[in-house]
């Protein structure tokens, strides 16, 4: 706006100096046939003429002699005025061109434009000059306020502008902050509190881009929060793994660990993540698994003892190596399945067949050698052959007894676990009294007296003919090792824990010899006897505990011994006195 100013005013400054210069020169050609005239005759009419046609015309007119004096002037006294030849419009007049001059008037003392035309001069016979000046003042005050007008316009137009501008930055950036802090939001992972950019009073433009982050930051959103639950689905997995699992990373250093570990290990979970594997996993073997698979890139398996406890742990140890996406080798990770009770389950199934072929091979070769015997001639010597059978019934009998106990067992073992034990509340008394009805003449024989000790009212979750077989059992150990004319006590109590579950105690205490302290751990084993000599004449299988200890588990209770070698034994089993 400025620069077009500038050459507006430049322009129309020069064209109207154009103008001006032609105009004076046509005036100045209009009156010079007069002057010409009246330079032929008198001073006086000469300057008549010019002041008059001056005023008339606004104008000023000299008329100037070939030296350059002035002959006549319209504004001021000719006498007066200095010698004119040298001004600028006078010289190319002189020379027969029309001059031209804009400056200021040294006379009037203002701006003036000059033009001067070559004339005949009668009185001097010589050429002369005709000048003719105007004012220019008006018109360059007129062009300055112009100008400054457009000046004015110029800076009202920057001004409204700039107030749009703002409007229009305004009206951009606030969507572009908002979009900023959406974008921050984002990046903080603060998804719960996402900003939805409005795309209201937005540019389209603006709005599409609002449009697109929203939808892109709903997808992030989405992922993050399926990212979230598949890694909250991996946590569970991992930490509910049974098998102990520890993640290492290439340096040796612990990724993660799980609870099964960090408890294999006794270290609690949140101290081990980021330690060397060393500080944390002190077994020889295991480190070596790792560096193997981390060098050779291998997977390892191996069994290892540990010994963190007293008791040793037996681990089934594998080490996988750990790849990223691009199948680069980034740690190992190692897991460990603890066989320490599936060794003792092993252990006892060996040791149960091995008692079991034990206990009955036993009777089998009596009644083989015997048998053998009669064929071989003892058949005909009556007192031996009628010996010999008693013999061969008894261990008959005793085979019968084992292979009857077994069989009880397994039954039991069988139904606690298919569940088809029922239990229904009934009164532990009866069970008592018939148990020793049972077991009454085997205590008569050794004259002991049997007292049962029960509230009759007392009530628990039984199977009665299972409880029953297991207070025989007992009865009749009590019977079996405790002396002639002896006691033996039949007693049942309720009592409360301090959780408020009722439980009933039975127990059968006598006054036998009692047993050993180092026995009473392994007791109620398969086959378990402390003297074998001994229970194999009371007619025992050495399982008649252990039948106990299953019915007991049966009805959700355990059986317990307490003994003082010398002083006799109580054997108690404890029930719940509810139904669960
Ligand atoms: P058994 O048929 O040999 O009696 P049990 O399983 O009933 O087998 O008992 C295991 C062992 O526990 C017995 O061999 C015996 O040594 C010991 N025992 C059981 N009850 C008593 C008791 N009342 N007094 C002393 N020892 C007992």
Not at 392 to 410: E, G, H, P, Y
Not at 421 to 427: A, F, N, V
Not at 432 to 461: P, R
Not at 505 to 526: C, M, Y
């Given at each position: 706006m400025l620069l077009a100013a500038w050459l507006a005013t430049t322009t129309g400054r020069s064209f109207y100096i154009e103008r001006l210069k032609e105009e004076v020169r046509e005036r100045a050609l209009l009156i010079q046939p007069t002057i010409t005239t009246l330079s032929r005759g008198q001073d006086q009419p000469l300057q008549e003429f010019v002041r008059q046609t001056g005023r008339r015309a606004a104008t000023r007119i000299t008329v100037i002699d070939h030296d350059g004096v002035v002959l006549a002037d319209s504004n001021e006294d000719h006498l007066l005025m200095d010698n004119h030849a040298t001004r600028s419009e006078v010289v190319p007049a002189l020379a027969g061109e029309t001059g031209y001059s804009l400056r200021e008037s040294k006379t009037l003392g203002e701006s003036m434009l000059y033009a001067a035309i070559p004339i005949e001069l009668r009185t001097s016979g010589h050429r002369g000059v005709l000048r003719l000046a105007i004012p220019t003042t008006p018109v360059e005050a007129m062009l300055i306020s112009l100008q400054w007008r457009m000046f004015g316009i110029g800076l009202a137009v920057i001004g409204l502008a700039a107030l749009f501008s703002l409007y229009c930055a305004r009206r951009i950036s606030r969507p572009l902050e908002e979009m900023k802090r959406g974008a921050e939001q984002l990046t903080r992972g603060r998804i719960d509190q996402l900003v939805k950019i409005s795309?209201?009073?937005?540019s389209l433009e603006m709005a599409g881009l609002a449009g697109s982050i929203n939808q892109m930051a709903e997808q992030i959103n989405r992922r993050i929060r399926i990212i979230i639950q598949q890694r909250n689905e991996l946590e569970a997995v991992f930490s509910s793994m049974a098998d102990s699992v520890v993640a290492i990373d290439a340096d040796k250093n612990i990724i993660r660990m799980n609870q099964a570990a960090t408890a294999l290990f006794a270290l609690p979970s949140e101290v081990v993540?980021?330690?060397?594997?060393q500080g944390v996993i002190r077994n020889a073997y295991l480190l070596e698994m790792i560096d193997c698979t981390l060098i050779h890139n291998t997977q390892q398996a191996q069994k290892i003892t540990l010994y963190n406890g007293t008791d040793p742990i037996i681990l089934q140890t594998h080490t996988v190596p750990l790849r990223d996406e691009d199948n680069k080798s980034m740690g190992v990770l190692l897991v460990m399945n603890d066989l320490t009770k599936l060794n003792r389950l092993e252990h006892i199934r060996q040791d149960f067949v091995a008692n079991v072929s034990h206990e009955l091979k036993t009777p089998i070769t009596a009644i083989k050698g015997y048998v053998e015997t009669l064929l071989d001639g003892?058949?005909?010597d009556q007192d031996n052959a009628r010996r010999f059978l008693e013999i061969v019934v008894r261990q008959a009998n005793r085979l019968d007894a084992i292979v009857d106990d077994l069989l009880t067992l397994s039954r039991i073992e069988d139904q606690s676990n298919t569940k088809e034990i029922t239990l229904t509340k009934g009164e532990v008394g009866p069970v008592l009294e018939s148990a020793l009805q049972t077991c009454a003449l085997q205590a008569d024989e050794k004259n002991i007296t049997v007292q049962i000790e029960c509230d009759k009212e007392i009530l628990a979750a039984i199977n009665q003919p299972l409880l029953e077989q297991a207070v025989i059992n007992l009865l009749h150990n009590a019977i079996a090792y405790s002396p002639q004319d002896s006691r033996i006590t039949l007693r049942c109590a309720g009592s409360k824990t301090m959780r408020g579950e009722e439980l009933v105690h039975l127990s059968v205490a006598d006054n036998g010899p009692g047993i050993a302290k180092e026995h009473l751990p392994r007791l109620?084993?398969?086959?378990?006897?402390?003297?074998k000599a001994r229970s194999r004449d009371q007619?025992?299988?050495?399982?008649g505990l252990a039948i106990v200890k299953h019915i007991a588990q049966a009805h959700d209770g355990t059986v317990e011994v307490e003994s003082i070698p010398g002083k006799g034994s109580t054997f108690s089993i404890t029930l719940p006195a509810t139904i669960k």
């Amino acid at each position: 706006m400025l620069l077009a100013a500038w050459l507006a005013t430049t322009t129309g400054r020069s064209f109207y100096i154009e103008r001006l210069k032609e105009e004076v020169r046509e005036r100045a050609l209009l009156i010079q046939p007069t002057i010409t005239t009246l330079s032929r005759g008198q001073d006086q009419p000469l300057q008549e003429f010019v002041r008059q046609t001056g005023r008339r015309a606004a104008t000023r007119i000299t008329v100037i002699d070939h030296d350059g004096v002035v002959l006549a002037d319209s504004n001021e006294d000719h006498l007066l005025m200095d010698n004119h030849a040298t001004r600028s419009e006078v010289v190319p007049a002189l020379a027969g061109e029309t001059g031209y001059s804009l400056r200021e008037s040294k006379t009037l003392g203002e701006s003036m434009l000059y033009a001067a035309i070559p004339i005949e001069l009668r009185t001097s016979g010589h050429r002369g000059v005709l000048r003719l000046a105007i004012p220019t003042t008006p018109v360059e005050a007129m062009l300055i306020s112009l100008q400054w007008r457009m000046f004015g316009i110029g800076l009202a137009v920057i001004g409204l502008a700039a107030l749009f501008s703002l409007y229009c930055a305004r009206r951009i950036s606030r969507p572009l902050e908002e979009m900023k802090r959406g974008a921050e939001q984002l990046t903080r992972g603060r998804i719960d509190q996402l900003v939805k950019i409005s795309s209201e009073n937005m540019s389209l433009e603006m709005a599409g881009l609002a449009g697109s982050i929203n939808q892109m930051a709903e997808q992030i959103n989405r992922r993050i929060r399926i990212i979230i639950q598949q890694r909250n689905e991996l946590e569970a997995v991992f930490s509910s793994m049974a098998d102990s699992v520890v993640a290492i990373d290439a340096d040796k250093n612990i990724i993660r660990m799980n609870q099964a570990a960090t408890a294999l290990f006794a270290l609690p979970s949140e101290v081990v993540k980021g330690k060397a594997v060393q500080g944390v996993i002190r077994n020889a073997y295991l480190l070596e698994m790792i560096d193997c698979t981390l060098i050779h890139n291998t997977q390892q398996a191996q069994k290892i003892t540990l010994y963190n406890g007293t008791d040793p742990i037996i681990l089934q140890t594998h080490t996988v190596p750990l790849r990223d996406e691009d199948n680069k080798s980034m740690g190992v990770l190692l897991v460990m399945n603890d066989l320490t009770k599936l060794n003792r389950l092993e252990h006892i199934r060996q040791d149960f067949v091995a008692n079991v072929s034990h206990e009955l091979k036993t009777p089998i070769t009596a009644i083989k050698g015997y048998v053998e015997t009669l064929l071989d001639g003892a058949l005909d010597d009556q007192d031996n052959a009628r010996r010999f059978l008693e013999i061969v019934v008894r261990q008959a009998n005793r085979l019968d007894a084992i292979v009857d106990d077994l069989l009880t067992l397994s039954r039991i073992e069988d139904q606690s676990n298919t569940k088809e034990i029922t239990l229904t509340k009934g009164e532990v008394g009866p069970v008592l009294e018939s148990a020793l009805q049972t077991c009454a003449l085997q205590a008569d024989e050794k004259n002991i007296t049997v007292q049962i000790e029960c509230d009759k009212e007392i009530l628990a979750a039984i199977n009665q003919p299972l409880l029953e077989q297991a207070v025989i059992n007992l009865l009749h150990n009590a019977i079996a090792y405790s002396p002639q004319d002896s006691r033996i006590t039949l007693r049942c109590a309720g009592s409360k824990t301090m959780r408020g579950e009722e439980l009933v105690h039975l127990s059968v205490a006598d006054n036998g010899p009692g047993i050993a302290k180092e026995h009473l751990p392994r007791l109620f084993e398969r086959f378990y006897r402390c003297d074998k000599a001994r229970s194999r004449d009371q007619g025992g299988t050495g399982l008649g505990l252990a039948i106990v200890k299953h019915i007991a588990q049966a009805h959700d209770g355990t059986v317990e011994v307490e003994s003082i070698p010398g002083k006799g034994s109580t054997f108690s089993i404890t029930l719940p006195a509810t139904i669960k």
